[in-house]
């Protein structure tokens, strides 16, 4: 019996082939080196597998080398139709957002300096002036995320102390984080109040004392209650609070910075409504219905804001000069109403008309039939996500591929680049709202290559 292990080639051998010589042009000659082995490691975990001649060996270290050059982050379809897809990276950037990340990426900024005065300044004035407008808040601060600005608000102002919470809003939202595990590792102690369906007023009011250090509120993320609910409004509790001299904490999540009524999209509270129903401070993601950069805000009471900024965990919590620029730009984007839901790509995507979006299917549909694959349009239903209008269903069109859903899958999901769609009633759906539209051409190129 011949053993097949030993027609295997040595890594020299293969180095020296001239199958070899175009890779090597490409790639460093350890990245080469390092193809090489793997390749014929997997050879020999694989007998009788072996690539037969240079040619074929050269096409096997070509393939591992294009696997581990490839970055592990990076760009992929969502045809999903979840607009805010935490797993796949939420809010994509709007174009201002990007040429303000590009201009401040590669060059110095005056981040942390102040140059009406020539000196030192601080990275926490950038973005307020704009969050002051479009809030109506006095004051506010950027940190890396919701969360932590959420930590940073009861560490500084509830440590030690308690913090009143019903306990219809002691939610999880999504990757196993829970909104109470977090605000309790600000050192606050949480006192629920109320029921899981209904809490009222006079709950928070029978439970306040002098150790109480704030009200939390927190919006219902990725759920809706419905049937026989109560809970207390941010005026309510902010009329309580007043007498009691503490502050009302309202964690928004979304950041909602525009109604989007008009658009099919009602009861998700903005971040001016709640300061001005008497929030002391809001809490808001940046990369949510904002649209921006991963970004944490707090807006709100200038006295509580000046403490957050004091505390030193600010420091640890604190944002990067690309997100301050991303977000600056995004939020400018904002003075005017009516363009804005045009140029954030998230509200864009979320307000398009069920005809555009039909009219954006047939064409991709007509381009992949042009290749001879077959794929049909369809009604198909987005949702927002991320924890914003849990219960809102949005008219959408998909392309529906039949046959072989599960291999289909993943074949669009190991394509170049990657496209990431859904599977129902045995077709894989690609929901057009959740693509921009500028993309439709190069979306209906990487479905052909990785259909074909
Ligand atoms: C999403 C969400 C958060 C967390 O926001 P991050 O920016 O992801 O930290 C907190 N609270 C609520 C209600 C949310 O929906």
Redesign the pocket.
Known sequence: MTDPRRDLPSVNALLESASLMPLLQRAPRAVVVEAIRVAIDDARREPGGAPAGDDAWARRVETVMNTHLQPSLRAVFNATGVILH?NLG?APLAEAAVRAIQDTAAGYSNLEYDIDRGERGSRYVHAVALLRELTGAADAIVV???????VLALNTLARGREVLVSRGEL?E??GR?R?PE?MAKSGARLVEVGSTNRTHTSDYAAAMSDRVAAIVK?????FAVAGFVAEASVGELASLARDRQVPVLH????GLLVSLERYGLPGEPTARDSIAAGASLV??????LLGGP???IVAGDPALIARLRSNPLARALRVDKLTLAALQATLALYRDPETVVRSVPVLAMLTAPVVAVRARADAVAARLRGHGIEVAVVDSTASVG???FPAARIASVALSITGDAVGVEARLRMGQPPIVGRIADGAVLLDLRSVAAAQDAAFGDALARALS
């Open positions: 935490t939420r890396n995320n919701c969360a932590a600005g959420l939610i939202i999504g984080f909104v977090i927190v919006h219902r993320s990725n964690d928004l999540g979304s809490f808001m993601s940046g990369d949510k991963q970004a944490g991320g924890g914003a």
